[in-house]
C-alpha cells in the first residue's frame, strides 16, 4: 500500500482515516468465521426501530459459489476483484412491522441503515487487516435473478473484501488510483442550523 497521507481535521480515531478502498487484492482465501465477524459487527449497526433491514450475500474466494458471485459484476470491476477473498452483496428490506403492530409498512430509512450496517462491517475489516471496496457496477436484474432475492428487498451494492495487494498487479491505468482517497473538509460537510453548504 501507498503511504496514507490523510489527516483529519478533528480528533478521531485512527481507524477512520486507515480505512480506504484498494483494488489490489492477494488471492489469499478468507475462511468463514473471519467473514463472519464483520457481519457480527454490521449487526450492531443502529437502525430505526430496531428493525435492522440489511442482509448480506456472500461468496468466498476457492467456494461452490465464487464463479457466479464473479458473473454478476461488470467487466471493468471482475477484472481486479477476481483476486479478492470475498464477494459480498449488500440488500435490505424495503418493508417492516412497526410495534404493536401486525401488517408491515413501507421502511422510508431502510437505505439509510443498511448503510450504517455497511460502515459497521467495512470498519471491523479493515482493524482486522483485511480491506473492502464497494462497487455499483454489478448488474441487479442478474443478481436479483441468480441470487433468488424475492421482491420487497432492494439490491444496493456488491462489495469485494480480501488482503491490500501489489498495485503492480493492475493495470496502469489503475496503479496511479491505488492510494487512500482524500476527503472534503468538515466544513463542505456539515452546518449549522440552516443549509449553507
Same mark, same amino acid.
Not at 496514507?4 to 489490489?24: C, G, L, M, Q, Y
Not at 430505526?48 to 464463479?67: I, V
Not at 458471485?69 to 428490506?93: C, D, M, P, T
Not at 482486522?128 to 441468480?146: C, I, N, P, V, Y
Given at each position: 500500500?501507498?503511504? &496514507? ?7 478521531? *480515531?485512527?481507524? +477512520?482515516? &486507515?480505512?480506504?478502498?484498494?483494488? #489490489? ?10 467473514? @463472519? ?10 437502525? /430505526?426501530? &430496531?428493525? =435492522?433491514?440489511? $442482509?448480506? @450475500?456472500? /461468496?468466498? $474466494? !476457492?467456494?461452490? &459459489?465464487?464463479? $457466479?458471485? @464473479?458473473? %454478476?459484476?461488470?467487466? +471493468?470491476? $471482475? !477484472?481486479?476483484? =477476481? ?12 418493508? +417492516? ?5 401486525? *401488517? *408491515?409498512?413501507? #421502511? ?8 450504517? /450496517?455497511?460502515?459497521?462491517? #467495512?470498519? =471491523? ?10 462497487? /455499483? ?20 451494492? #456488491? ?10 498487479? %493492475?493495470?496502469?491505468?489503475? =496503479? ?16 449549522? !442550523?440552516? +443549509?449553507? %453548504?
Amino acid at each position: 500500500m501507498s503511504e &496514507n497521507t490523510r489527516v483529519a481535521d478533528h480528533a478521531i *480515531e485512527e481507524h +477512520f482515516i &486507515n480505512r480506504w478502498s484498494p483494488r #489490489a487484492f492477494t488471492d489469499e482465501t478468507i475462511d468463514e468465521a473471519t467473514l @463472519l465477524t464483520f457481519f457480527e459487527a454490521a449487526r450492531w449497526a443502529p437502525s /430505526a426501530y &430496531n428493525s =435492522q433491514p440489511w $442482509r448480506f @450475500l456472500y /461468496a468466498r $474466494r !476457492g467456494t461452490p &459459489n465464487w464463479e $457466479r458471485y @464473479l458473473g %454478476l459484476l461488470v467487466e +471493468f470491476n $471482475r !477484472g481486479w476483484a =477476481q483476486h479478492a477473498s470475498a464477494i459480498v452483496i449488500v440488500v435490505s428490506k424495503t418493508t +417492516f412491522t412497526p410495534p404493536g403492530a401486525s *401488517e *408491515e409498512k413501507p #421502511a422510508l430509512w431502510h437505505t439509510f441503515d443498511t448503510g450504517a /450496517a455497511w460502515a459497521y462491517l #467495512a470498519l =471491523q475489516a479493515s482493524i482486522s487487516g483485511w480491506h473492502t471496496h464497494g462497487m /455499483a457496477g454489478f448488474d441487479q436484474e442478474l443478481t436479483r435473478k441468480e441470487l433468488k432475492i424475492p421482491e420487497g428487498y432492494d439490491i444496493h451494492a #456488491a462489495v469485494a473484501i480480501g488482503r491490500a495487494g501489489d498495485k503492480s498487479s %493492475l493495470p496502469d491505468y489503475l =496503479q496511479a488510483r491505488e492510494v487512500p482517497s482524500p476527503r472534503q473538509p468538515v466544513s463542505e460537510l456539515a452546518a449549522e !442550523g440552516d +443549509f449553507s %453548504l
